[in-house]
């Protein structure tokens, strides 16, 4: 029997069908407020009527059990686990929270359940009734993260046709998609924020189009992340109603939930409480009084049950109440609290139901919907090409950067590619341009790339696209802007320090220029790959010392110690430099101009090419080695890449 003040008002409610088949979900009651609220809610629900587009495939029943998870703590730290032995069952059209306190292991719960962690996860997960494949699960699941995880640069609609380009079958037309688009969008309350970009939504309209991106192509299952962390009472109420009547239409959606108002706890179905990786309740949300009456642990009237049941999970009444409720609750396996409990089919029941021929033409069908990876590739460059016409970093200071830069130098060093005099300041030059074609690419793709990384975690889990469709896309994407910008700078440079006014010399100059450029983006693209901001640009000028230390600049290559000259054929610094001295002093140079002095050593280029010990006839060579380097680095950041994405989870 219910406490006296201590009622939650049921919020379920079931979807029903009429005569033509479509599913429809009652308008959601207005909730009072519970009795043992100091006074009524400020919240307003929220009428959704329901997608037009409901599940196609029969609900989802998710069993667990028995799921431990253990995570390393750090090198010669240990190991620390943080589920033990959990179990549970996540019935179809449910709105289900795992709520407890910080610490509790609701993030990796959610993490083992939507298969995004799977490095220190022991036990199993069943999909009605049989071992989870997670190639199949994946295909009709998705999990959304904490933090809203959007191309920002994009607009609403933009982000959502490149998302329907992406994961709807590419024999949809532009209008069939665009009436997918529209029904989300209007019921998502999004429409009128089309035109948008998402970097400048509120929390609730961010939180509502990483939902809006996700129901594209219709998953059966949802995992959402504390999807009310960081907004208002009002937007926390719209996520929740949002989520509710989307598992009403047949869907499974599971929240972690931190510590849910009175009014937003009514809303949810299902409730999952963990402690210390620990099960202290399943059930449904109006069992949950009578589950702690009969514990033995009552809730105090005008209190709110959930904020109770944290306070127990927290230790505030003592360990032994911990004990009781882990107990009680079979650590996830007692299933009397659930609503019609002896309706649960068994494992049995479930396999009988959903035979392995049913799986096998739905495999079958699901592959011909998969978009192909030049399909992907195209959408991603689309997108890229988007992104880079608006990004004020990446793009537009990049460009100012190269023609600022150039006009500097080129000030600097005005006339010396002419003067015989001046033949060591034009080394000093070509030099600089080196450091500029180094430093410039390389740590800003060290600064922009790790943000990136976590839009691409998320795109990438969730099936989007390919990791090797991902890559070629922006490589492609970059390869314009980093040719337009290098080619800019080099006219300005080489005009104004009067370099020779020789087409094949200019050409070899910016031949040699791009490709440092492309070698250095595919060193910052290895290290903002694996490393976050503050050690990536440590890290980049830090390993740009012994390139330049065996440069041959400075120190020239025949003074380099034995037992170091290993590191000149490893510097690609050594054949972008070795190439501009070929580009500029090669190709038989005649006796340069004396007029700024009397006497000019290095007023014969072969001279000076002997004093700088470098061949002007190893141009060809020059360039093979820096586009070996570009492959080599390139492959090995793609490596790296796809070690990061494995390691996060």
């Known amino acids: 029997m219910m406490l006296a003040g201590a009622q939650i008002v049921d919020s379920g409610s079931v979807a029903y069908r009429h005569n033509n088949g479509e599913s429809v979900v009652p308008p959601l009651p207005t909730l009072p407020a519970p009795a043992q609220a100091p006074g009524p809610s400020s919240i307003a629900p929220v009428q959704m009527q329901g997608l037009a587009r409901v599940p196609t495939k029969e609900a989802v029943d998710i069993q667990f059990s028995n799921i431990t998870c253990t995570v390393k703590l750090g090198i010669n730290k240990g190991y620390k686990q943080i589920l033990h032995g959990v179990s549970g069952r996540l019935r179809p059209r449910q709105l289900i929270a795992i709520m407890g306190p910080s610490g509790a292991g609701k993030s990796t719960l959610l993490d083992v359940l939507s298969g995004y962690r799977t490095t220190g996860v022991g036990g199993a997960v069943f999909i009605n009734g049989r071992g989870r494949n997670m190639k199949r699960f994946k295909r009709m699941s998705c999990y959304i993260q904490q933090d809203d995880r959007l191309q920002g640069l994009l607009t609403v609609g933009e982000n959502m046709m490149v998302a329907a380009d992406l994961k709807l079958p590419t024999k949809l037309d532009r209008y069939e998609k665009g009436e997918v688009i529209e029904d989300i969008l209007t019921n998502l309350g999004l429409y009128e924020h089309m035109n948008t970009r998402a970097s400048q939504l509120s929390g609730g309209q961010r939180k509502r189009l990483s939902i809006a991106l996700e129901l594209i192509n219709n998953p059966l299952i949802m995992f959402l992340d504390e999807p009310t962390t960081g907004l208002d009472s009002s937007s926390c109420s719209q996520v929740v109603q949002l989520c509710r009547s989307l598992a009403h239409q047949g869907r499974t959606i599971v929240c972690t939930v931190h510590q849910p108002s009175a009014s937003l706890f009514a809303l949810f179905d299902h409730v999952y409480v963990l402690a210390a990786g620990r099960c202290l309740y399943q059930g449904t949300t109006r069992n949950l009084v009578p589950y702690l009456d009969q514990a033995g642990i009552p809730c105090p009237i005008y209190h709110n049950p959930a904020d109770y049941i944290i306070e127990l999970a927290s230790g505030e009444y003592g360990e032994d109440k911990l004990t009781l409720l882990t107990t009680k609750a079979e650590n996830g396996r007692a299933l009397e609290w659930f609503e019609h409990p002896d309706s649960i089919p068994s494992m049995e029941g479930l396999r009988k139901q959903y035979p392995l021929s049913l799986l096998k033409e739905e495999d079958s069908h699901n592959g011909d919907e998969e978009t192909s990876q030049s399909n992907q590739r195209s959408v991603l460059i689309k997108r890229g090409f988007m992104k880079a016409k608006r990004d004020s970093t990446m793009t537009h200071l990049r460009l100012m950067v190269n023609v600022v830069v150039g006009i500097m130098l080129g000030a600097l060093f005005i006339n010396a590619g002419n003067e015989g005099s001046r033949v060591l300041e034009n080394y000093n030059?070509?030099?600089?341009?080196?450091?500029?074609?180094?430093?410039?690419?390389?740590?800003?793709?060290?600064?922009?790339?790790?943000?990136?990384?976590?839009?691409?975690?998320?795109?990438?889990?969730?099936?989007?696209?390919?990791?090797?469709?991902?890559?070629?896309?922006?490589?492609?994407?970059?390869?314009?802007?980093?040719?337009?910008?290098?080619?800019?700078?080099?006219?300005?440079?080489?005009?104004?320090?009067?370099?020779?006014?020789?087409?094949?010399?200019?050409?070899?100059?910016?031949?040699?220029?791009?490709?440092?450029?492309?070698?250095?983006?595919s060193v910052g693209l290895m290290i903002g790959a694996v490393f976050n901001v503050v050690n990536g640009t440590f890290l980049g000028p830090t390993l740009s010392v012994p390139m330049m230390m065996f440069a041959g600049f400075g120190v020239t290559l025949r003074d380099l110690p034995s037992y170091l000259y290993w590191g000149s054929y490893v510097s690609y610094l050594r054949y972008g430099l070795e190439g501009f001295i070929g580009a500029i002093y090669g190709l038989e140079r005649p006796i340069l101009d004396c007029n700024q002095a009397l006497y000019c050593h290095y007023r014969y280029p072969r001279q000076f090419l002997e004093e700088v010990a470098m061949s002007p006839d190893m141009f060809w060579w020059d360039v093979l080695a820096l586009t070996v380097a570009v492959v080599v680095f390139r492959t090995a950041a793609f490596v790296l890449l796809k070690f990061k994405l494995s390691a996060m989870r």
């Open 429 to 521: 030059l070509l030099f600089a341009i080196l450091m500029h074609h180094m430093m410039s690419p390389m740590m800003l793709t060290i600064l922009t790339f790790p943000s990136e990384m976590s839009v691409l975690s998320k795109e990438h889990f969730n099936r989007w696209y390919s990791l090797g469709s991902y890559y070629i896309s922006i490589t492609i994407v970059d390869l314009p802007v980093s040719i337009v910008s290098c080619f800019i700078f080099s006219v300005i440079v080489y005009t104004m320090s009067s370099q020779p006014l020789d087409i094949v010399r200019f050409l070899m100059f910016f031949a040699i220029s791009l490709y440092t450029v492309l070698v250095a983006q």
